[in-house]
């Protein structure tokens, strides 16, 4: 079982470039969730979804977007990549009906704008 | 959600016992706590849920006295490879927004 995969592991970007990070998950969570986590910083939600079909707004949303088509996928775009969003890019995914909000992480997405 | 607070750091020892505490002074009624352990480069890891008294697993405890104020992750005999970084959440059992604190750096020395 693969669980939560997340592409690609690492990628140096121009700033102004458009990007799109990939999250799949092949345990039918009705959840998704985007977050970035800065050099020893927390992690900080970008935009999570409840389930396909619907997305929402995390602490940090600005900059970026995401879609929901189906159950599987939740792919991030960065529209116009900045410097600033340089970080470490982690996708996660939770049943969140009627359970324990037990979420399971990919191994992150390490992203240099420059 | 409710905001938690953890201290920023802890250091231990192989083979003592490392309790953790978290505040959460305004959890509602049907807020749960959960744990994450995160190793550098990777991303975090359920640890333990509960919502009142004690929970025991395999990996630790979580202690929450009565008015659920506070929260005690209890890691038995840690070794080395407890090294990490443990993250308090408190939310709905079901929420689906996961909002992540500070968390607290464990340092294991041997």
């Known amino acids: 079982i693969a669980g939560i995969t997340q592409a690609p592991t690492s990628q140096i970007l121009a700033a102004g470039r458009r990007m799109t990070l990939r999250c799949t998950q092949d345990m039918r969570h009705n959840a998704m969730y985007w977050y970035r986590q800065d050099l020893g910083l927390g992690l900080r939600l970008i935009h999570y979804s409840n389930t396909a079909g619907t997305t929402g707004k995390g602490e940090v949303p600005d900059g970026y977007s995401v879609s929901r088509a189906n159950t599987d996928d939740f792919p991030l775009t960065l529209a116009s990549a900045v410097p600033s969003q340089t970080s470490v890019y982690f996708c996660?995914?939770?049943?969140?009906?009627?359970?324990?909000?037990?979420?399971?992480f990919g191994q992150g997405t390490r992203l240099t704008v420059v | 959600l409710a905001k938690t607070t953890q201290p920023i750091s802890m250091d231990s020892y192989e083979g003592q016992e490392v309790n953790i505490t978290c505040s959460h002074n305004n959890i509602a009624t049907n807020d749960y706590i959960t744990w994450y352990q995160q190793f550098p480069s990777q991303g975090p890891r359920f640890i333990i849920q509960g919502y009142k008294t004690k929970v025991t697993n395999e990996v630790a405890s979580l202690f929450i006295p009565a008015d659920r104020k506070s929260s005690t992750l209890s890691l038995p005999r840690v070794s080395l490879s407890d090294t990490a970084v443990y993250y308090c959440?408190?939310?709905?059992?079901?929420?689906?927004?996961?909002?992540f604190g500070t968390g607290t750096r464990l340092q294991v020395f041997p």
């Open positions: 996660a995914s939770s049943e969140s009906q009627g359970k324990g909000t037990e979420a399971f």
């Open positions: 959440l408190v939310g709905l059992y079901n929420t689906d927004k996961l909002i």
